[in-house]
């Protein structure tokens, strides 16, 4: 009994300490009812740190593509532009951004503030920094495999800063971090999956744009959504997974078409891929393209 005592007097102390900020920030919901309802927040939380974790080792683009939907996401809600921190030996890979891609996606190219580091730990400092503007909406950021700086104290900076000003911090990381503790809010995984079929709206589209040497595009992306970990409490349903897709007409995810009323396994359409990749390499941008180094 006496031990029960000094662990609820414990908590009483420690409770001002976790409150990250007197302010509650909104959630941000995803889009479908079935999702939000299986999150904790009804939707994530913003102004706070996430991480996203690609399911296998080729998940890397289906992480970062599922990262910038949720991106073009909030800037529908808060004005302002995005942080985006790669290291330098990525810039080019992995961590290059493809601006019709982007906008394909719904996310406009020109609220993207892109910078490139050498070390892993700049690419702390920047999010750090960038937490600290109010005016952004958002700060991104890619570490490598090799990024041991970034720890549960390196996070818990992070996330103050986004609890304080209410920006929102968004953390790429290897699939081998999905154990590993720290202060952020949700830990994600995400799987690729096929793209949905094209509709027979987008299939004359393609006709027409193939005709006149324009690219085409295949259906909705899709992913398998998993969620490792949330500090408000984990939902069997979203900890099993979901498949989701985006709506880039909404900028908003929903859970796909009944298996039913899907093109069946192996059927092809003779369309080339979504442009969904934001990590496509492209070596020159735009003049409006936003970029610091």
Same mark, same amino acid.
């Given at each position: 009994m006496k031990h029960r005592f000094e662990i609820e007097a414990l908590r009483r102390r420690i409770a001002p300490?976790?409150?990250?900020?007197p302010n509650a920030r909104p959630a941000l919901g995803l889009g479908a009812e079935a999702l939000d309802a299986a999150l904790p927040a009804h939707g994530l939380k913003t102004g706070a740190l996430h991480e996203i974790l690609?399911?296998?080792?080729?998940?890397?683009a289906a992480g970062a593509g599922f990262g910038i939907c949720f991106l073009a996401r909030l800037l529908r809600q808060r004005p302002g532009p995005i942080l985006w921190a790669v290291p330098a030996h990525l810039a080019n890979g992995e961590g290059a951004l493809y601006p019709p891609g982007l906008a394909a996606l719904?996310?406009?190219?020109?609220?993207?503030?892109?910078i490139e580091v050498r070390k892993p730990i700049d690419?702390?400092?920047?999010?750090?920094?960038?937490?600290?503007?109010?005016?952004? =909406? @958002?700060?991104?950021?890619?570490?490598?495999?090799? /990024? *041991?700086?970034?720890?549960? =104290? @390196?996070?818990?900076?992070?996330?103050?800063?986004? /609890? *304080?000003?209410g920006v929102t911090a968004l953390i790429l990381r290897g699939r081998q971090a999905s154990a590993e503790g720290t202060a952020a809010e949700t830990r994600w995984s995400v799987a690729s999956l096929p793209a949905a079929p094209a509709s027979p709206s987008q299939s004359s589209g393609q006709s027409s744009g193939q005709s006149s040497g324009q690219s085409s595009y295949s259906g909705a992306p899709r992913w398998?959504?998993?969620l490792l970990k949330s500090r408000q409490?984990?939902?069997?349903?979203?900890?099993?997974?979901?498949d989701v897709e985006w709506d880039h007409d909404t900028l908003s995810f929903r859970l796909p078409a009944p298996l039913a009323d899907r093109t069946p396994a192996g059927a092809t359409t003779g369309a080339t891929p979504w442009p969904h990749d934001a990590g496509r390499a492209s070596s020159r941008l735009p003049p409006e393209w936003a970029e610091a180094s």
């Open positions: 300490q976790e409150r990250l900020t690609p399911a296998t080792h080729g998940d890397f719904g996310l406009d190219p020109n609220r993207l503030i892109r690419i702390l400092w920047a999010l750090e920094e960038g937490l600290s503007h109010a005016p952004l =909406a @958002a700060v991104a950021g890619i570490l490598p495999d090799s /990024a *041991r700086a970034y720890d549960f =104290a @390196a996070s818990r900076r992070l996330a103050l800063r986004a /609890a *304080r000003h398998r959504l998993a409490g984990m939902s069997r349903r979203f900890s099993s997974g979901w």
